[in-house]
């Protein structure tokens, strides 16, 4: 039985080994050669499934603004699905990179064995939830204003994307166990294969079965809810076949499934870090659907235009999200070697690293935000919107980068109290809120509603550097004999 024991980084050390301002800005070759190995692979899947998710928008904008609104309707809910699969996993990944960095496979196919009882739940309550609920939800984004023959269109477009995604969930999550697992022990090559090939089946698909190409059905909607089901499952049968020609690559996984057991204790321990980080990823993604719904309080043309804000913010976010993924990796993995300094270290270069980029890469966004929405068949008022929604967004990223890397790299430590704190709680005491009361009590608009609640990520910044800065996070989890 693995024995899980949580070792600090005490206030005395902290003080001994306290760094330099040039160890946290500037790292040496060997450092970024590791940040590049862990983070390229992460950072070309990501970038790669959001253009195609892209490219998938767009072919479903072409199908009219009715049937686009349908469709990130129903994303918005399945992501909030995601999230909470996310979340519940996380607290399992935190150990599993500690595990790995300790080289205790065992303690990492007990880490697997828990994602998969705790997703399987996850899977069967989400199916009850969609398949008797789903119209109740998707009439919460409909404005009252909204024309009968509208409103009608809308659920009829979003019944049928959720329920031909609904047995898509499946491969998903199974691809998740495995993939999440293989990243956490730096092994992010397959993945970001396995990825690339699913991403030109579902584009593939998508253009053959939204417009009915070659002989193929014409089925809109419906076609694009199709291929990306196809698509994970390809995804799925790659990922595992891959690492069954590599063995030795993924010798963590061999005896999983065989020999299934989950001792009590190293269960509860994962346990009590998941439930934190559930209710978190839940709560956070539940706050981005309620903002959602504030901001169509200003009519059905604000969430086709915010589709289009959030579709490509998705590409250019990439870079600070998978840097952040990587801290935690990296982090986590030097925490549970008892590297303790050198990820309090990592952990500030991480940080500056996604900040930098972000400056970078906004000012690209904000630049070419006006080229973007024309790539959709919708109305001028849409892009005009869309437009602005982009470069508020181009302008607040660096503050995303820094609270998205102060997140995963107090994570990385085991601090989920704290994570909840700062993003959770966050969310629903600031940023909801201040949307709320704007949508429900103002006059304001959309445009500037979301602009109120973007600015609110420069306190998060604020609080997420003090908390990383006071090293309560360098923490080793898995010290113990196995």
Request: hydrophobic letters at 55%.
């Amino acid at each position: 039985m693995n024995i899980i024991k949580e070792s600090l980084l005490t206030e005395e050390e902290a003080r001994k080994y306290k760094l330099s301002l040039r160890e946290c800005i500037l790292g040496d070759k060997r450092f970024y050669t590791h940040v590049a190995a862990v983070v390229i692979p992460i950072v070309v899947q990501n970038t790669l499934t959001n253009i195609v998710g892209l490219l998938d928008n767009v072919m479903v904008g072409q199908v009219g603004t009715i049937p686009m609104s349908a469709v990130a309707i129903v994303n918005q809910l399945f992501f909030v699905l995601y999230l909470a699969m996310w979340g519940a996993t996380a607290g399992a990944g935190i150990y599993t990179t500690q595990f790995f960095g300790k080289g205790d496979y065992e303690g990492v196919r007990t880490t697997i064995r828990f994602k998969s009882i705790i997703l399987s739940i996850i899977f069967f309550a989400a199916f009850i939830i969609f398949v008797f609920g789903g119209n109740a939800l998707v009439e919460l984004y409909i404005s009252a204003d909204t024309s009968a023959y509208d409103r009608e269109q809308t659920l009829m477009y979003a019944r049928q994307y959720m329920l031909i995604m609904i047995p898509g969930l499946i491969p998903f999550f199974f691809t998740n166990i495995v993939a999440t697992t293989m990243r956490e022990a730096g092994k992010t090559v397959l993945p970001m294969k396995a990825s690339i090939a699913a991403m030109i089946i579902n584009f593939i698909l998508n253009a053959l079965l939204i417009f009915g190409l070659f002989c193929f059905p014409k089925m809109g909607v419906a076609g694009a809810a199709v291929a990306t089901s196809i698509s994970r499952l390809a995804e799925l049968m790659i990922i595992i076949i891959g690492a069954l020609r590599k063995r030795k690559d993924y010798a963590f996984f061999a005896g999983t499934i065989k020999d299934f057991k989950l001792p009590f204790a190293d269960a509860k321990a994962i346990f009590m870090k998941s439930v934190p980080l559930l209710f978190n990823e839940f709560f956070w993604a539940l706050s981005q659907a309620v903002l959602l719904q504030c901001y169509s309080v200003r009519g059905i043309a604000v969430i086709a235009a915010m589709n289009i804000c959030n579709t490509i913010s998705q590409i250019f976010n990439d870079a600070y999200l998978s840097l952040g993924t990587s801290a935690s990796i990296i982090c986590g993995q030097q925490l549970g070697a008892g590297k303790l300094v050198e990820a309090r270290r990592s952990a500030w270069r991480m940080a500056v690293i996604s900040v930098t980029s972000c400056l970078v890469l906004g000012s690209i966004l904000f630049i070419i935000a006006p080229v973007i929405p024309h790539l959709y068949n919708t109305e001028d008022e849409i892009r005009q919107m869309a437009t602005v929604f982009i470069r508020v967004l181009a302008l607040c990223m660096p503050f995303f980068a820094f609270s998205n890397a102060a997140y995963f790299i107090i994570r990385s430590g085991g601090r989920v109290f704290v994570t909840m704190l700062f993003d959770g709680v966050f969310a629903w005491g600031v940023s909801v809120p201040v949307a709320f009361v704007l949508a429900n009590f103002t006059g304001l608009s959309a445009i500037n509603i979301y602009a109120c609640v973007c600015l609110a990520e420069f306190a998060k910044s604020i609080a997420g550097f003090i908390l990383v800065k006071s090293s309560i996070w360098v923490k080793n989890l898995v010290r113990g004999e196995t």
